[in-house]
């Protein structure tokens, strides 16, 4: 059964085909598809490989040792898996502009769009100049005498100069960013295991022997016995969370892709290999090649390639010459994430102005597609970056930027009530899912993992602060200020609007289709690289 009131809603703020009165009237334009499939195999990548692995495993490893940090990631991985499967068969069916916010607006309530869409469009906004800055102090390995904001102005230059030419653009600049990173993290995976093997300079094969000494595990701020180390793993849980956020990029980029309903269950069948390859495979050689006493680990600064565990135990091997490279490779991950931010941001804001949740002008594009006025925004944002040039004002800003993380996981929450309740409707309406471009293989169970798994680690996240001697009123407020928000952004627009919860039987599964495949263009590839990945 078709919701009424929702199909004129999407004729006016989607298909912009539709007067007011409700008279047909020229076509405006509109987001155009312009992803080719390596594109979408690629911003999938990005989306998992980024300073988390590279720098984030320093911290993690501290706190939970070499087993606390190969858990802590797996069983995030299992989080990150079940998120994917869910938002990959929504997606896959109806590629929409807006991605998950309009999904949700469509199959749950539009007050969870509403909410959904500006907590996600506040994640990525306020992410944008933290990236540019972060980029600034890669830059600062080599050269501290230039002013970070020239850095910063560089930087954020190529960053518009790639998202004011268009998704193509941006498509082709993050399919070479994420090519540099997965090469960068295949090379150091390869490196790791020949270390371990001995086959260093030093001749010094590592093994598991820091799985002996120190030991698997670390006792979490000296807490001794099981809890400690139950902390540490937690520790790790919590940092690996943070490192996952980003996949669901691919969902907002549905909406500009060639051939979507092929392309996006290509890529989200392989989100398990990548969790598996990156992560998983190179947490575990980080526990052997770097001890988690190390005392370059534990005096680093965090933010440069000196702090890599993996740049760690290539130093103690002897090969002194990689640190500048890895510090290359992990500028050009500022830059693709600056660049993503920025483009996922800008997309977030058209999704909620195409839903009537944000001011009109924000659906506004160029004949080319290109979001024009939600992409200023998100440069205007993106100016921020230079309160890094003082001390006092970055640390204002870091708070807000400290809240994106529990920001990313709320999103991922209200996808799984998205997946849940889209799920329920197919039932109720005897859709048969395996006739899906892509079906999840968990179902219903991964909708039920992922809300009851991000809802533990949400309200969790901030435990550190109630431990003896450790609160910090500022950590506290950061951590739990996204969650009461969410809340009030839901609730609020609920009441103002009068909306109600979609039932399972008017849910629409069927506005939009027509335009969808009418606008799908099967690719042919023509080049031999395009041809290797039209055949993964």
């Not at 109630?466 to 950590?475: K, Q």
């Not at 609730?491 to 609007?497: D, E, P, R, S, W």
Request: proline share 4%; hydrophobic share 50%; glycine share 10%.
């Amino acid at each position: 059964m078709e919701n009424d009131e929702y199909t004129k809603h999407e004729k006016n703020h989607v298909e912009n085909t539709y007067a007011e009165d409700g008279t047909e009237s020229v076509a405006l334009p509109t987001l155009q598809r312009q992803l080719k499939n390596r594109h979408i195999a690629m911003i999938s990548i990005g989306g998992v490989i980024g300073t988390g692995l590279f720098l984030g495993t320093a911290n993690a490893l501290m706190h939970g040792g070499p087993a606390g940090l190969l858990l802590g990631y797996a069983v995030m991985g299992t989080i990150c898996f079940a998120v994917m499967n869910c938002l990959g068969e929504m997606v896959s069916y109806l590629p929409v502009p807006g991605g998950h916010i309009k999904l949700a607006e469509r199959f749950v309530d539009p007050a969870l769009g509403f909410a959904m869409g500006w907590n996600y469009w506040y994640n990525w906004v306020i992410v944008l100049p933290a990236e540019l800055s972060a980029a600034a102090v890669l830059i600062n390995y080599w050269n501290q005498t230039i002013n970070n904001a020239a850095w910063i102005t560089i930087c954020l230059a190529i960053v518009v100069a790639i998202n004011f030419m268009g998704a193509r653009a941006y498509g082709e600049a993050e399919f070479w960013f994420a090519s540099i990173k997965v090469l960068t993290i295949i090379g150091l995976i390869i490196l790791g295991i020949v270390i371990a093997a001995g086959g260093g300079p030093n001749h010094i094969a590592t093994g598991i022997s820091y799985w002996q000494n120190p030991g698997p595990w670390v006792q979490y701020k000296g807490i001794p016995g099981a809890l400690g180390r139950f902390l540490g793993f937690f520790a790790v849980l919590i940092q690996a969370a943070f490192s996952y956020i980003g996949t669901e990029i691919v969902a907002i980029a549905a909406g500009e892709a060639k051939n979507p309903r092929k392309n996006i269950p290509k890529a989200i069948r392989k989100v398990y290999i990548r969790i598996v390859l990156f992560y998983l495979l190179g947490t575990f050689i980080i526990g052997l090649i770097c001890a988690s006493n190390d005392p370059k680990l534990l005096n680093g600064s965090g933010s440069d390639a000196a702090s890599s565990p993996f740049v760690i135990g290539i130093e103690n091997a002897g090969i002194p010459v990689l640190p500048s490279l890895i510090n290359a490779c992990l500028l050009t991950s500022a830059w693709s994430a600056a660049s993503s931010d920025m483009y996922t941001s800008s997309r977030a804001l058209f999704g909620l102005a195409i839903s009537g949740s944000a001011p009109k002008i924000f659906a506004k594009t160029t004949k080319r597609g290109l979001p024009y006025p939600a992409l200023i925004v998100s440069v205007l944002f993106s100016l921020l970056a230079y309160m890094a040039v003082s001390a006092g004002a970055w640390t204002v800003f870091g708070y807000f930027a400290n809240m994106t993380s529990i920001c990313g996981l709320i999103t991922w929450t209200f996808i799984s009530i998205t997946y849940i309740r889209f799920h329920a409707g197919m039932k109720a309406q005897g859709i048969n899912r395996s006739e899906l471009p892509f079906k999840s293989i968990l179902g219903i169970f991964g909708g039920w993992y992922v809300l009851v798994s991000t809802t533990i680690i949400i309200f969790l996240s901030g435990w550190q602060v109630f431990l003896a001697g450790e609160w910090d009123t500022a950590s506290f407020i950061t951590q739990y200020l996204p969650i009461p928000v969410a809340v009030l952004l839901f609730f609020g627009y609920k009441f103002f609007m009068k909306t109600h919860w979609n039932r399972v039987e008017e849910m629409d599964f069927h506005t939009g289709l027509a335009e969808i495949e009418a606008d799908t263009d099967d690719e042919v590839p023509t080049t031999i690289m395009g041809k290797f990945f039209n055949a993964l």
